[in-house]
């Protein structure tokens, strides 16, 4: 079978849920058995989201091979439950980055290089190469930004070259805005159709639009963009906003969706299977009762900073029936003693503490795994949550008042630091310099609370960090019941650590959030929630 490739584009205005709209795509043709992935094409000139603010782009997603990529790829993992590789994100700046080196190594001839043919050309190679690596029978594509913009206007020519090469199979997704005017009460079509027509122009037809709204759409108006935007009526599809994403396979299979792209692509007697989709929905349907659990990040302004995190501790939660309310706790607050940051707190069933860089917050951080080790509350520390842990217990348990990490002794005013940088790597301490990144094998300990959590004594966990745990210390720290349950497989990288006299205080260096799964959620989520219910 010859491969086939899907482009989902966005109109109108941005953060539409492109990204919803590819990973529901391909966890219905994977329904029914088609090997497919998902590639985003970003138009921003960074190399990777590696150095960006989280502020400004959300996570930074890991992949197994270290890939440090839009935070949407972890809504096509988590859709699809397919590990992906670096080759499905591409930026701008890595493409000119490539493009540019090879002109310096002379690989043009002195030629001129240009946007058409060399940039847009080495675009098309990295979509065509991850469906030949990946061994692909469908790559869906989703290019970011917004059809219009200017820095995505290569990616534009890409598609139609695309279109052009695969003929019939190569299908365009476009999404866009309806928005509502709420003095008139009705939805205005006249955004899609100018979006559209800006498509058109770039010699792009689409073949299918997917409507934007907050409200129900009449079907009069659903017919209305197909009139306007010469699409057949049953290709334009409702994307009504849902009280979970979760949902929206389902919601879009209802319009045959599945039916329609198969025939579009020539891909012969499919038969969809989405029951794990509605078995899972109808489940999360059921959670009533309300669990609250903290999250002491330093990002609070932003959901998007900790995504995944959210989303496996929401997962966990349902698993049990439970609807989890996130709780968010500033450490900076707790730094100065608020009284009213400290209630938050103790009205927390359990605490999260994920991973983050910088000093900011930090002392706020030691003070809430204090709180949670002194009075039994659940902990679950992730990546600096982690050595968070090990700063406390020093200071508090092993009396060494001045512990800390190396990470926040710049000027190297305490001899004691319990946290240090990689071994074999300092000096390397610039941004975006060298980090542990992507999937590593972890040996964990028979008997300890961990080894009963996954039930086998070898795991592999995604990283991205450039500090562990100082082995110095190890003696002292399991003498007082700090047990290093998990190591990497030399046994010289501490990997988990709990404490086992404790409700659930557990700490890992590694990030298990970025493979928990909407409907199997991951075993430490699932069993740090389940802690809190008693």
Sequence with gaps: MQRKF????????????????????????????????????????????????????????????????????????????????????????????????????????????????????????????????????????????????????????????????????????????????????????????????????????????????????????????????????????????????YEIPLKFQKHNFGDLLAKKLNLENLVFDLDEWKNGVDKLKKAKEEIVIGLAGKYNELDDAYLSVIEATKSAGFYYDRKVKIEWIDTEKIEENDVEEWEKLKNCAGIVVPGGFGSRGIEGKILVAEYCRKNNVSYLGLCLGSQIMAIEFARNVLNIKNATSEEFDEEGLSKNHVIHFIPGQRGIRKKGGTMRLGAYPCV?????????????????????????????????????????????????????????????MVAVQFHPEFLSRPFHSHPLFRNFIKTTLS
Excluded at 68 to 77: A, R
Excluded at 459 to 470: A, P, T
């Design 444 to 504: 964990i300990k028979e008997g300890t609370r961990v080894y009963e959590i996954y039930g086998k004594t070898e795991i592999s966990e995604r990283h991205r960090h450039r500090y562990e745990f100082n082995n110095e210390y190890r003696e002292r720290f399991e003498k007082k019941g700090f047990i290093i349950s998990g190591t990497s497989p030399d046994g010289k990288l501490v990997e988990i650590v709990e404490i086992p006299k404790h409700k659930f």
């Design 6 to 245: 899907i482009f989902v584009t966005g109109g109108v205005c941005s953060s539409l849920g492109k990204g919803i709209v590819a990973s529901s795509t391909a966890a219905i043709l994977k329904s029914a058995g088609v090997k497919v992935a998902i590639q985003k094409l970003d138009p921003y000139l960074n190399v990777d989201p590696g150095t960006m603010s989280p502020f400004q782009h959300g996570e930074v997603f890991v992949l197994d091979d270290g890939g440090e990529t839009d935070l949407d790829l972890g809504h096509y993992e988590r859709f699809t439950n397919i590990s992906l590789t670096s080759g499905c994100s591409i930026s701008s700046g890595k493409i000119y980055s490539e493009v540019l080196a090879e002109e310096r190594e002379g690989k043009y001839l002195g030629g001129t290089i240009q946007v058409v043919p060399h940039i847009t050309g080495k675009l098309l190679e990295k979509v065509e190469e991850v469906a030949e690596s990946m061994d692909l029978d469908v790559l869906v594509v989703e290019i970011g930004g917004t059809v219009g913009d200017i820095e995505a206007e290569p990616f534009m020519e890409v598609l139609r070259q695309m279109k052009n090469k695969y003929g019939k199979n190569c299908v365009s997704l476009h999404t866009t805005l309806l928005p509502y005017l709420a003095a008139s009460k009705e939805l205005k079509t006249k955004p899609t159709q100018l979006s559209v027509r800006e498509l058109r122009r770039l010699g792009i037809h689409p073949d299918f639009i997917f409507c934007r709204a907050d409200v129900r759409i009449p079907k009069k108006l659903l017919e209305k963009v197909a009139y306007f935007c010469d699409v057949n009526p049953e290709c334009v599809i409702p994307a009504e906003t849902v009280k979970s994403i």
